[in-house]
Antibody
Framework: QITLKESGPTLVKPTQTLTLTCTFS??????????VGWIRQPPGKALEWLAL???????RYSPSLKSRLTVTKDTSKSQVVLTLTNMDPVDTATYYC??????????????WGQGTLVTVSS | DIQMTQSPSSLSASIGDRVTITCQAS??????LNWYQQKPGKAPKLLIY???NLETGVPSRFSGSGSGTDFTFTISSLQPEDIATYYC?????????FGGGTKVEIK
């Protein structure tokens, strides 16, 4: 059974750094073609892709947030960590992590965590 | 960035109706498109990959078609459990981008 779960603070102050951890099970991030991505969704708005880290440690970031984002993995703990610096109220959103599969023509987020709501407020 | 434009942004239909959602890419993305369903308060769920392939376990009333810049998502017979927001997503190039979503409601 594949599961992912996001954890981290629910409230951060403006200018602070957000650190979110995605803990997963049922798959390994050393398997070729496997990645973990982060996607966020402001309340009532659409999905926005943030970052993706692959089995080979290749990392991709949203250009609009690249200067503020870092994604790392700890395969021994089955965890992926996202940091977002200099938080602002516009960063208030539900943050999801999701497994990403690259397999031939298949290139999709096939399993998602439940999401965690992060509010940015002083 | 590749912009994904979905229409309509919302729709209301009766049980049993055929529902169609369109997604237009700002440039040719071949068939590099996925469709997701998001029920209220829940995480998105992958329904369709590579524009027209049904993810395992997804009911056959859902289908997708299209290539290039124009794509269509169809529910052949709307069911009460299909109330959700549907998103297209392109993976032809980074950054990965989603459409603005289409909220489907029951009339």
């Amino acid at each position: 059974q594949i599961t992912l779960k996001e954890s981290g603070p629910t409230l951060v102050k403006p200018t602070q750094t957000l650190t979110l951890t995605c803990t997963f099970s049922g798959f390994s991030l050393i398997t070729s073609g496997v990645g973990v991505g982060w996607i966020r969704q402001p309340p009532g708005k659409a999905l926005e892709w943030l970052a993706l880290i692959y089995w080979d440690d290749d990392k991709r970031y949203s250009p609009s947030l690249k200067s503020r984002l870092t994604v790392t993995k700890d395969t021994s703990k089955s965890q992926v960590v996202l940091t977002l610096t200099n938080m602002d109220p516009v960063d208030t959103a539900t943050y999801y992590c999701a497994r990403h599969i690259l397999n031939g023509g298949y290139d999709a987020f096939d399993y998602w965590g439940q999401g965690t709501l992060v509010t940015v407020s002083s | 960035d590749i912009q994904m434009t979905q229409s309509p942004s919302s729709l209301s239909a009766s049980i049993g109706d055929r529902v169609t959602i369109t997604c237009q890419a700002s440039q040719d993305i071949s068939n590099s498109l996925n469709w997701y369903q998001q029920k209220p308060g829940k995480a998105p769920k992958l329904l369709i990959y590579v524009a027209s392939n049904l993810e395992t376990g997804v009911p056959s009333r859902f289908s997708g078609s299209g290539s290039g810049t124009d794509f269509t998502f169809t529910i052949s017979s709307l069911q009460p459990e299909d109330i959700a927001t549907y998103y297209c997503q392109q993976y032809d190039d980074f950054p990965l981008t989603f459409g603005g979503g289409t909220k489907v409601e029951i009339k």
